[in-house]
């Protein structure tokens, strides 16, 4: 079955990488999430395609996909639906909101204040939304990709700790190196068009039902008691680390266990290594972390800090 995974896996990469060069990280933090049912929170400067990886992701997997653009005026009903009184019926009636669908794109979603961002916990959390009392299930995957701009302070709401720890997997989405840039324009001179995806060969490549089926798949995937040890030391060593104020949560090293898992099955191996935890630390934890203020004015970032834990934990024998 992890067979099934990997070259699922392979086809969503090249098909991320038509629409997104040099997307090769941003394309394996994606399929984490989307394998290890988690969801994913971009971050980077604007015109980076934080937005086009997301619309390419839908596309490739043919699923249901919802943009929600985030403004400051949103209200939750906004996002997750409310009831409407029909006058000529006198009744009321559930108008749902476009968190229903598959994919969601959060856009620039720290433009909105913390009310509405809070009313996709539950969505996140428990894969529905309760309006007026009424629990409605949200379809089935269900990949929320978030995204805000790091530079920006004016008009926005940072995302508190507890949304934060929501978000399986964090990825940075930077300036291309030199070459990718350079392919990029090259791309666009032979008539590359970001609002023509098709046009670039960027069609389904599976579906809803084979998705579900390599969800389950990557939960069968064997995790060690030394993997699991491993997974342990990392997140109990974010909680005694003095440059931090703020450790990685429980559900924190459940993340990163499942992510473990989706990293193995990805790489079309039926077992999990302590390699396959230290590839995925570095998406999974760092956003959870609060760096103190002293370490915080001397440059330190929580990348720098969870860097130096998996330096110093020894790795199992045992995979």
Same mark, same amino acid.
């Given at each position: ?34 394998? =290890? @049912?988690?969801?994913? +929170?971009? *971050?980077? !400067? ?9 619309r /390419? ?102 995302l508190?700790?507890a ?15 030199? =070459? @990718?840039?350079?392919? +990029?324009? *090259?791309? !666009? ?9 098709? /046009? ?17 798949a ?28 703020l450790?990685?949560s429980?559900?924190a ?8 898992q989706?990293g ?8 999990a290594t ?7 630390a ?38």
């Amino acid at each position: 079955m992890t067979a099934n995974v990997d070259r699922l896996a392979e086809r969503i990469a090249e098909g991320l990488d038509r629409a997104v060069v040099g997307a090769q990280r941003t394309a394996f933090g994606l399929t984490i999430a989307l394998l =290890a @049912r988690g969801h994913v +929170l971009i *971050e980077g !400067v604007p015109g980076t395609g934080k937005t086009l990886a997301v619309r /390419a992701l839908a596309m490739l997997l043919g699923l249901d996909f919802r943009r929600i653009q985030f403004t400051p005026d949103m209200m939750p009903a906004d996002v997750i639906g409310t009831t409407v009184f029909n006058p000529q019926t006198a009744q009321f009636s559930t108008r749902l909101g476009p968190v229903m669908a598959n994919v969601v794109l959060a856009d620039e979603i720290n433009r909105t204040p913390p009310k509405t961002q809070a009313a996709l916990l539950e969505a996140m959390e428990e894969g529905r939304v309760t309006i007026d009392g009424t629990a409605h299930t949200l379809p089935n995957p269900f990949l929320l990709c978030a995204t805000q701009n790091p530079i920006e302070y004016e008009g926005t709401y940072p995302l508190p700790e507890a949304q934060l720890d929501r978000f399986m997997v964090k990825i940075e989405s930077g300036y291309p190196q030199e =070459a @990718r840039e350079l392919e +990029l324009l *090259e791309r !666009v001179a032979a008539g590359f068009d970001a609002r023509e995806l098709e /046009a670039s060969g960027i069609v389904p490549v599976t579906d809803a039902a084979e998705v579900v089926a390599a969800q389950r798949a990557i939960r069968a995937v064997h995790l060690s008691a030394g993997v699991r040890d491993y997974t342990y030391r990392i997140v109990a060593g974010t909680r005694q680390n003095s440059r931090l104020t703020l450790g990685a949560s429980p559900r924190a090293g459940i993340a990163l266990l499942l992510a473990a898992q989706a990293g193995a099955a990805i790489d079309g191996r039926a077992f999990a290594t302590p390699d396959d935890v230290k590839n995925v630390a570095p998406l999974v934890l760092p956003h959870r972390l609060i760096v103190a203020a002293d370490a915080e004015i001397e440059g330190t970032t929580a990348a720098d800090v969870l860097h130096d834990i998996l330096a110093v934990i020894p790795v199992p024998r045992e995979g």
